[in-house]
Nanobody
């Protein structure tokens, strides 16, 4: 069983930065991907940034150049550095691991960008 625990959300002014962390427990060595999604109120959950099993990264167009996904050497922790935040980045951010055909989700962390 995989458990994901996120941290680092909060309230920030436009143009500010936040860093999200996700620690995974369980055997995720054979994960297909690991990364971050977000859900803006009233909209479907969407991809933000992920690592594939080969180490390549994938970013949503809306965050390219502003957000960076990294991971700890042990590969069981991923981070999302969010810079130049905009009000439209306000959402609940979820950590995700895809293991085979099964998606595992964290509990979500709220990010609010507002002056």
């Amino acid at each position: 069983q995989v458990q994901l625990v996120e941290s680092g959300g909060g309230l920030v002014q436009p143009g500010g930065s936040l860093r999200l962390s996700c620690a995974a427990s369980g055997n995720i060595f054979r994960s297909v991907s690991m990364g971050w999604y977000r859900q803006i109120s009233g909209k479907p959950r969407e991809l933000v940034a992920t690592f594939a099993s080969d180490g390549s990264t994938n970013y949503a167009d809306s965050v390219k150049g502003r957000f960076t996904i990294t991971r700890a050497d042990a590969r069981n922790t991923v981070f999302l550095q969010m810079n130049s935040l905009k009000p439209e980045d306000t959402a609940v951010y979820y950590c995700n691991v895809l293991l085979g055909h099964i998606n595992f989700w964290g509990q979500g962390t709220q990010v609010t960008v507002s002056s």
